[in-house]
C-alpha cells in the first residue's frame, strides 16, 4: 500500500466516523425516553417569581420592530417582572423613530416596562448593544429576542418554571426557523435549525459544552456580569459566552419544546444565507483561535468544542473530498477494498439524506404542518446544491479568516427575517470589556 | 405508522414488564436467571465442545474447507478468496473467522486451519445462549419454556451436529439472533436500534439466507417503535441494514463485476467474466421442484437426514410455528415467533439447491416456536405442577435424544482420523512443489505453512480445476499431465463428471493409489465412513527429482562415515559401497563419489582390484568377493570417468573388469559365465554357485569396451541363456511360475541347472531378496540397448503381472502388489512386501503392464515414504537396502540412471517410465 492508498485510506475512515459522529448528535434526541422528556417542557408553571430583562437589539428594523415590541411585551408574565430594552445604535434614526412611535403607543395604554437605549461609540454591533443593555438591567435574569422573533408568550412562565425548579442559573430555548417552503434551501436551512436545538443541543448540555444560540437564551444578570459580559470583537458572540460559561462549570439547560421554541426565518437569499453561514463559520473560527475552550475542565468537554468549533474546516474539506473521492472512482485504478472505502463517505452523504427526509416530516408534524408531496422531492434535489452551498459558506470563511478579513458583509434585511447581522467592524474593535459610554440615551415615558 | 408511533409511550412487544429480562440485567444483576444461563452455557460448553475437533470429521463438508481457504486468503492475501472470487456467498462470515484467527496467532493455534473454526464457532455459540434466552424471553416465554428453548437449541442432535462445523451460517446466525436481541432492547435506545439493523446487514453478508428472517424481524423493527424515537424507530434500523447490504453490490460494481455479462442465457455462469447478478441468478433460478414436489432436495433432506438427526425439533418446532402462526392473531409476540421460525422453513422448502446444513438457519427458531407453545401451556399449570412438567419435559427429551442414538457418535467417535492423518502424511511427505488436485477440506492446510510443514503453492480444489479458468487454463492448461497428485475421496469422480472436470478425470484415470486412509465406519449410520485416498499421477516430476534428492541425503546422513555406508549392525558391504558410487554417479555428486571410492580402495580392495566382501569393526571378516559389487563398482568407475573426464577412474575401472574376468568369470562348454565370487569360482566341487541377479550385461557392453581381450558379449549371451533357462526349470517343483531363482547351481562339467544346495539348507531357488534384482538389471539393460531378450524376459513376468491384479478375498479387492518371497512354483513365503521386491516388480511390469508398474511404483515406493530431519526414508529408517532399493526404484522409473558412457551429453532429458519402456535403440 503506497502512502497516497493509506492517506485516502485514513481521510476516509476519518470523514466517515465523523459523519456517522454527526448523524448521531442530530438523532441525539431520538436517542432514548430520557432524552425525550428532558428536552419538552414542564405540564406545569410555578408561580412567576424570577424577574426578567428582556434585551432587544436592533439595527435598521424598521420593518418589524414594532411588531417584536409588541410580542414581547405580550408575553404572558406580570409585567413589574419584566424589563424590556430596546438596544439602538444611535445613528440608526429610522428604527429608533419607530421604536419611539410604538412606545408612545404602549405608554398611551398604560404599558410602561419597554425603554430604548441607545449608544453611539464603536464598534457598532450586536454584543455592544447587549452589553449597554446588560449594564441597564434590573431583572434577575436577562434574556435577548432577536428583531423577527416570535417568541411563544409562556415563554417567560416556562423559563421561570425551570429556571426555579431545576436552579438551572442558564436556559437555552429552541429557536427554529418554519418557512421550510418558501425557498429551495429553506427546508434544509430549517432542518438545521431543528436538529441543531432540538437535538444536538441536549448532548453539548449533557457533556457540557454549549454554544449557545443567538436568542431565547436566559442568563442570571449577576453571572453574566462576573464573566464580563458579551465579546464586543467576536462575530458568534452567543457561542462564545456558551463556552466562557461552560468553561466555569455552569450548568445550560437547554429545552426544545416544539410549541414553545421562538419562531425565526429563514434567509431570504442565497447570497444573505451564504454571509450569515460565513459569519458564523468565521465566528466559530475565532472562537477557536481566541483558546477559550483549552480552558475547559474535561478532556470530552474539550474534544467536543474543538470539534464543534472546527465545524467549518471539517465542512470546507467535505465539500472537497467527494469531488476527489468520485475523481479517483473513474479515473484512478484503485484497489477495490480501498474504492469502497472511499465510498463510504459518500454513504454517510446518503444516511444524512434520508435523516433530513424523516426530519422534515418530524419538524411538520411537531409544529402542526402539512408538507405537499413535493415537498420530500424538493429536499432530495435541493440536498446536494445545499451542502454545496454550506461548503462554499465553508471555504470562504476559512478563506476570510486566513486574510484576516473579519469586516462585516453589508446585507440587505428585507422583513421579517433575522436581524443578527448586526454592522460590525471589528477591524478597529476595542478589548472585549464592557463599553459602558452611554450616548445619547433617550428615556421614553408614556 | 406515524400516529400510531406517537400515541404509543411504548411498544408493543418489549414492555416495562420485560424490563426484567434484559440480557443487560441478566449479565449484571442478580437472581435466578442468572444461575440459569451460567449452567445452560456450561452445558452448551460441554455439548458443544467435548470432542468437537474429531465429529463431525471435516472431510465429511467441502464448505469447512472452502471458508477456513477463504479466510486463509482474507488473512495473508488480503483477498477475498485464494482464487477467483464468484460472489456465491457473502464475505462477511469469512473475514470474522479471518480476524478470529488474526487475533489467535494464525490458522493453526489450536490445530488445523478447521480446528480453529470450530473453536470460533464453539464461542459464537455459546454467545447464542443467553442471546436465544434472553429472545425467548422477551418474546414472553416464561423462566422454563425460555430455559428449554436455550437447552434444546444446544443440545438437539441436529443442532449440535451441524453447529460444530465452521459455516459462515453460524456466523449470520450469531449476527441474526445479536440483532433480534438489540432490536428487543428493553430501553428503546434509537442506537440500538440503529446497530440492530447494521448487525442484520453484516448477517446477511454472512449468509444470504438471513433474507428469510427478514418478514420476521420487520414485524418487529414496526411492532418495537417506541414513541420518543419518532420515525427514525423503523428508518433506523432499516437504513444502516441497506447501507452495509449495499457494500457487496458496491463492492462487485467498483470491481466491475456487478451486472449481468449477457454471453449466457440468464440463470447460467459465464465461463470467462465473473458478475454477482450472474451468480444470483444462477443461484435462485436453479430448477428444484418448488414446496409441493415432495421429490425436491428439502423433502429429500427432511427424509433422509434431518428427520432422523431430531425428529422433534423439526416436526415439533414446525407445528409449534403453526400453532403461534394462530396465535398471533391476538398476540403479536406470537405473530413474530411464527414468522421468524415460517420464514427459514419456506426459504428452505421454496426449491432449487438446498444443502444438509442449510437447516441451521431455521433451528434457533423452531426452538423459540416450541417455547413459544410450551410457555402458554406451562402458563396454565399451579406453579408446583409447572416446574414437575418441565422436569419431566426435559428428562424425557434427554432421555429420546440418548435412547435415539444420535448423541452418543458427537462424543465418542473420531471420524476426522482420516483426513487428519492424510493430511499429515502428505505434509511430512510428498513434495511442496508438486501440482495437487485436493479436496476442499484440505486446501487451507495444504496451502498455508504450518502443521510441522511447508506450504504447497501449487494445491487447488477440483471445484476451481472444473470451473476457474485461471486454475484450468492457466495452471493446468487444461491437461492432465500437468497434475502431479490428487486427494479423493470414493465417489469423487462423479464430482468431476458432474462439473465436467476433465482435467481431474483425466488424471484420475493415468494415476495410481500411494495411499488410503480410512477412519473407522461411524456407528450409527449418521455418515459415510471416511476415506481419503493420495493418487500418484503416472509421469515422472517433481516427486521423483525431490524423492532422489532427499532420499540420497538420507542415506548420506544415516548410514555414512567418510565415505564407508554401514549398516545398523556396523558392518560395510563390498555391495553397499559399490550402490553408493553408482548413486553417486547418477547423482552426478563428485565429492561424495570421491569419498566413498577413497575409502573402499583404501578398506576393502584386495589385491587383485576387487573387493572383499564385508568389513566389521574395522576389520575384513569375509574376505571373498561379490561378483555383483564388482560389476558395480567397476561400472561407476568407468562411468564417473565419462561424466568428469576422469582418466583415473578409468584405469581403475579397467583394471577391475580385468580383475574380474580373471577371478569371477568361468568358461563352462565354451561359455563364459560369470559365477558368484572368487569362492564359486575356486571350488572343488562340481556345482558352480551362480547368483542370477549378479547379471549385469548393461555393465559388460561397457566392459568389453574397456576390455577387449576378453569376450564379455559371450558373457552376456550365457547369462541371458541361463536367466530364461533357470526361470522356466521346474527346479525340483512341479511346475515353474517363471521367476528367476535366487541362485542356481551349474553343472562345471555337463553346464546343466540345477537347484544350488547350501550349506544352511535354505531354499535357493526362490524368488526372495536376491532375485527380484534381476527384473531390475533387465530393465536397465532394456533401457540403455534395447537388447530384444531383455524385452522378452521381462514380458514373461506375468506371474507379478497376475498377483498385482489378484482379486483378494473380498472378491472386489486387488491385492495391488507382490509379495516378498515366492517359492520357484509361485507360492507366497512372506506376505509382506518390501522394496527390493517391490523395485524388481516395478521394473519387470513397466515393460509388461505400465498400469501395474505404476500402482506398485505409487502404492510401494512413493507411499512408504518417511520424512526426518535427516531426509527422506523409504520403510524402514534403519533398513539401508530397503533405502537404497527406494533410490533405484525411483531412478529407473523416472529414467535418471544414465547410461554416461554411451551418452556424454550429461544428465539426460526426463522421460517417464512409461514413455521409456520400449528402450534407447
Known amino acids: 500500500m503506497s502512502i497516497s492508498d493509506l492517506a ?123 452589553n449597554v443593555g446588560l449594564q441597564e438591567a434590573t431583572g434577575n435574569v436577562v434574556t435577548i429576542f432577536d428583531a423577527e422573533d416570535e417568541p411563544h408568550p409562556n415563554i417567560l412562565k416556562m423559563v421561570n418554571t425551570l429556571m426555579t425548579r431545576e436552579h438551572a442559573p442558564v436556559v437555552q430555548s429552541g429557536v427554529q426557523l418554519m418557512n421550510y417552503s418558501d425557498r429551495w434551501f429553506s427546508a434544509l436551512n430549517v432542518l438545521e435549525y431543528f436538529f441543531w436545538f432540538k437535538s444536538r443541543m441536549h448532548y453539548h448540555s449533557a457533556i457540557g459544552m454549549v454554544p449557545l444560540g443567538g436568542n431565547t437564551v436566559f442568563v442570571e444578570r449577576d453571572l453574566l456580569r462576573k464573566m ?3 465579546d464586543q470583537q467576536c462575530l458568534t458572540e452567543d457561542a462564545d459566552i456558551g463556552i466562557r460559561l461552560s468553561n466555569q462549570n455552569v450548568p445550560i439547560r437547554v429545552v426544545y419544546d416544539d410549541e414553545y421554541v421562538t419562531r425565526e426565518e429563514t434567509p431570504p437569499t442565497v447570497n444573505q444565507f451564504i454571509k450569515q453561514r460565513t459569519r458564523w463559520n468565521q465566528g466559530f473560527l475565532q472562537v477557536l483561535g481566541k483558546g477559550d475552550w483549552l480552558k475547559l475542565p474535561s478532556i470530552p468537554q474539550r474534544l467536543l468544542a474543538l470539534y464543534t468549533l472546527c465545524s467549518p474546516l471539517i465542512q470546507a474539506v467535505l465539500t472537497i473530498y467527494p469531488l476527489i473521492s468520485l475523481w479517483m472512482l473513474f479515473f484512478v485504478k484503485l484497489p477495490t477494498p480501498l474504492a469502497v472505502l472511499t465510498m463510504l463517505p459518500l454513504y454517510m452523504l446518503v444516511i444524512q439524506l434520508v435523516i433530513s427526509l424523516v426530519g422534515l416530516y418530524e419538524f411538520t408534524s411537531a409544529h402542526g404542518l402539512k408538507p405537499s408531496l413535493f415537498s420530500p422531492i424538493r429536499l432530495l434535489f435541493s440536498f446536494l446544491p445545499y451542502q454545496g452551498l454550506l461548503g462554499y459558506a465553508a471555504l470562504r470563511a476559512v478563506f476570510r479568516q486566513l486574510r484576516g478579513m473579519n469586516s462585516w458583509e453589508k446585507t440587505v434585511h428585507i422583513g421579517a427575517h433575522r436581524t443578527t447581522e448586526l454592522t460590525k467592524d471589528v477591524s478597529t474593535a476595542l478589548p472585549p470589556v464592557i463599553h459602558i459610554s452611554k450616548v445619547d440615551e433617550e428615556v421614553v415615558r408614556g | 405508522m406515524a400516529d400510531s408511533t406517537r ?79 464468484i460472489y456465491e456467498t457473502p464475505p462477511v462470515g469469512w473475514i470474522i473467522l479471518a480476524a478470529w484467527m488474526g487475533l489467535t496467532g494464525g490458522l493453526h493455534t489450536f490445530g488445523g486451519s478447521i480446528d480453529s473454526g470450530r473453536v470460533l464457532m464453539l464461542i459464537l455459540h455459546l454467545g447464542m445462549i443467553p442471546m436465544v434466552y434472553g429472545i425467548a424471553r422477551k418474546l414472553g416465554c416464561n423462566v422454563a419454556a425460555a430455559a428449554c428453548a436455550t437447552l434444546l437449541f444446544s443440545l438437539s442432535p441436529l443442532a449440535l451436529f451441524y453447529q460444530r462445523f465452521v459455516l459462515v451460517d453460524t456466523v449470520m446466525l450469531f449476527l441474526a439472533l445479536l440483532s433480534l436481541d438489540l432490536l428487543l432492547d428493553g430501553w428503546g435506545r434509537l442506537s440500538r436500534v440503529v446497530f440492530s439493523g447494521v448487525c442484520f446487514g453484516l448477517a446477511i453478508l454472512s449468509k444470504e439466507s438471513a433474507v428469510a428472517l427478514l418478514p ?54 459465464s465461463p470467462t467474466r465473473v458478475s454477482l447478478m450472474n451468480t444470483l441468478f444462477w443461484e435462485y433460478l436453479r430448477e428444484g421442484g418448488g414446496l409441493l414436489n415432495y421429490s425436491n432436495q428439502f423433502w429429500e433432506l427432511v427424509r433422509n437426514d434431518w428427520f432422523k438427526r ?20 391476538s398476540s403479536r409476540q406470537a405473530m413474530a415467533v411464527a414468522l421468524l421460525s415460517i420464514g427459514p422453513l419456506l426459504y428452505l422448502a421454496r426449491g432449487g439447491m438446498v444443502l444438509n446444513y442449510q437447516i441451521l438457519l431455521a433451528i434457533p427458531f423452531l426452538c423459540l416456536s416450541l417455547a413459544a407453545v410450551f410457555s402458554v401451556v406451562l402458563e396454565k399449570l399451579p406453579k408446583p405442577a409447572m416446574v414437575a ?18 448423541l452418543q457418535p458427537l462424543f465418542s467417535e473420531y471420524p476426522v482420523v482420516a483426513g487428519r492423518t492424510s493430511t499429515a502424511w502428505i505434509k511430512e511427505n510428498i513434495s511442496p512443489e508438486s501440482r495437487i488436485i485436493t479436496r476442499d477440506d484440505m486446501w487451507t492446510d495444504l496451502r498455508a505453512e504450518g502443521m510441522d510443514g511447508p506450504a504447497f503453492p501449487y494445491v487447488y480444489t477440483h471445484w476451481k480445476v472444473s470451473s476457474d479458468p485461471a486454475v484450468r487454463d492457466d495452471v493446468f492448461k487444461q491437461d492432465w499431465h500437468n497434475v502431479d497428485y490428487l486427494i479423493t475421496s470414493p465417489n469423487i469422480e462423479k464430482e468431476f463428471i458432474a462439473s465436467k472436470n476433465t482435467v481431474a478425470l483425466e488424471a484420475l484415470k493415468n494415476a495410481h493409489l500411494v495411499k488410503q486412509w480410512k477412519s473407522e465406519p461411524g456407528t450409527q449410520g449418521l455418515h459415510n465412513q471416511q476415506i481419503v485416498e493420495l493418487w500418484k499421477v503416472d509421469k515422472v516430476g517433481v516427486t521423483e527429482t525431490e524423492t532422489l534428492k532427499n532420499s540420497g541425503k538420507y542415506i548420506e546422513n544415516n548410514f555414512s562415515q567418510q565415505g564407508a555406508f554401514a549398516s545398523s549392525d556396523g558392518s560395510v558391504t563390498a555391495l553397499s559401497q559399490s550402490n553408493a558410487l553408482l548413486r553417486a554417479v547418477w547423482s552426478n555428486d563428485r565429492a561424495g563419489f570421491n569419498r ?45 570417468s565419462k561424466l568428469w573426464n576422469d582418466p583415473e577412474l578409468a584405469a581403475a575401472g579397467t583394471r577391475m573388469v580385468k580383475a574380474i574376468w580373471n577371478t569371477e568369470v568361468l568358461t563352462i562348454k565354451g561359455k563364459p559365465y ?53 526361470s522356466k526349470a521346474p527346479l525340483g517343483y512341479t511346475l515353474s511360475a517363471g521367476l528367476p531363482p535366487d541362485w542356481i547351481g551349474l553343472n562345471r562339467y555337463t553346464g546343466e541347472l540345477s537347484a544350488l544346495q547350501l550349506t544352511d539348507k535354505t531354499d535357493t531357488t526362490r524368488y526372495g531378496f536376491d532375485a527380484p534384482r534381476v527384473y531390475f538389471n533387465i530393465a536397465l539393460d532394456l533401457r540403455w540397448s534395447g537388447d530384444g531378450r531383455a524385452k522378452t524376459y521381462l514380458q514373461q513376468a506375468g506371474f507379478l503381472k497376475d498377483e498385482v491384479g489378484r482379486l483378494l478375498q473380498d472378491g472386489v479387492t486387488r491385492k495391488g502388489l507382490v509379495s516378498a518371497i515366492y517359492k520357484h512354483d509361485g507360492s507366497v513365503v512372506i506376505e509382506q512386501p518390501n522394496l527390493v521386491g517391490s523395485a524388481g516388480a516395478m521394473a519387470a511390469l513397466l515393460t509388461l503392464d505400465p498400469g501395474a508398474a505404476n500402482t506398485i511404483y505409487s502404492s510401494q515406493v512413493i507411499g512408504q515414504v518417511g520424512h526426518n530431519s535427516k531426509g527422506l526414508y523409504f520403510g524402514d529408517q534403519q533398513d539401508l537396502i530397503a533405502q537404497e532399493w527406494g533410490w533405484f526404484a525411483t531412478g529407473l522409473y523416472a529414467n535418471r540412471l544414465t547410461d554416461f558412457w554411451h551418452n556424454t551429453t550429461g544428465v539426460q532429458p526426463v522421460k517417464t517410465g512409461i514413455e521409456s519402456q520400449g528402450g534407447r535403440k
Open chain 1, 8 to 130: 485516502l485510506a485514513g481521510g476516509s475512515l476519518l470523514l466517515t466516523a465523523q459523519s456517522a459522529y454527526s448523524a448521531s448528535l442530530m438523532l441525539y434526541a431520538w436517542q432514548g425516553e430520557d432524552q425525550h422528556i428532558r428536552s419538552r417542557a414542564p405540564e406545569t408553571f410555578e408561580p412567576p417569581e424570577l424577574s426578567f430583562t428582556i434585551l432587544l437589539p436592533a439595527r435598521h428594523e424598521e420593518a418589524v420592530i414594532q411588531d417584536t415590541i409588541q410580542r414581547v411585551v405580550d408575553l404572558d408574565y406580570p409585567h413589574e417582572l419584566v424589563q424590556v430594552l430596546i438596544v439602538i445604535e444611535a445613528g440608526d434614526s429610522g428604527t429608533i423613530e419607530k421604536v419611539n412611535q410604538k412606545l408612545a403607543y404602549l405608554a398611551a395604554r398604560g404599558i410602561t416596562h419597554a425603554r430604548l437605549l441607545t449608544f453611539a461609540d464603536p464598534p457598532i454591533n450586536k454584543p455592544h448593544g447587549l
Open chain 1, 228 to 230: 464580563g459580559g458579551w
Open chain 2, 7 to 85: 400515541t404509543q409511550r411504548t411498544p408493543v412487544l418489549v414492555d416495562g414488564k420485560a424490563l426484567s429480562a434484559r440480557t443487560w440485567s441478566i449479565l449484571s444483576g442478580i437472581g435466578l436467571e442468572v444461575y440459569v444461563v451460567l449452567a445452560l452455557g456450561i452445558v452448551a460448553l460441554v455439548a458443544h465442545g467435548f470432542n468437537m475437533f474429531n465429529y463431525p470429521a471435516y472431510t465429511l463438508l467441502d464448505d469447512e474447507g472452502i471458508y477456513t481457504g477463504q479466510a486463509w486468503a482474507v488473512l495473508t492475501q488480503h483477498r477475498l478468496a485464494p482464487f477467483t472470487f
Open chain 2, 216 to 269: 420476521g424481524m420487520v414485524f418487529i423493527a414496526i411492532q418495537q417503535r417506541w414513541r420518543h424515537q419518532g420515525r427514525f424507530a423503523f428508518i433506523g434500523w432499516v437504513t444502516p441494514m441497506l447501507v452495509v447490504v449495499s457494500l457487496y453490490p458496491m463492492y462487485a460494481f467498483l470491481k466491475g463485476e456487478l451486472f449481468p455479462t449477457f454471453d449466457v442465457p440468464l440463470g447460467n455462469l
Open chain 2, 310 to 329: 431430531d425428529a422433534l425439533l423439526l416436526a415439533g418446532g414446525a407445528v409449534a410455528a403453526l400453532i403461534n402462526l394462530r396465535r398471533g392473531i
Open chain 2, 389 to 406: 412438567s418441565t422436569l419431566t419435559v426435559v428428562v424425557a427429551i434427554g432421555l429420546g435424544y440418548w435412547s435415539s442414538g444420535n
Open chain 2, 596 to 640: 566413498t571410492w577413497a575409502w573402499t580402495k583404501q578398506n576393502l580392495q584386495n589385491p587383485q582390484g576387487l573387493l572383499y566382501w564385508l568389513r566389521q569393526n574395522d576389520i575384513i571378516t569375509d574376505a571373498h568377493t561379490a561378483t555383483h559389487a564388482d560389476n558395480n563398482t567397476a561400472l561407476a568407475l568407468l562411468l564417473g
Open chain 2, 674 to 726: 560369470q559365477v558368484a565370487g572368487d569362492w564359486a569360482a575356486t571350488g572343488q566341487g562340481q556345482i558352480l554357485a551362480i547368483n542370477p541377479s549378479y547379471f549385469a550385461p548393461y555393465a559388460f557392453r561397457i566392459f568389453k569396451d574397456v576390455d577387449p581381450t576378453h569376450n564379455w558379449q559371450a558373457v552376456i549371451d550365457a547369462g541371458y541363456d541361463l536367466l530364461f533357462n533357470a
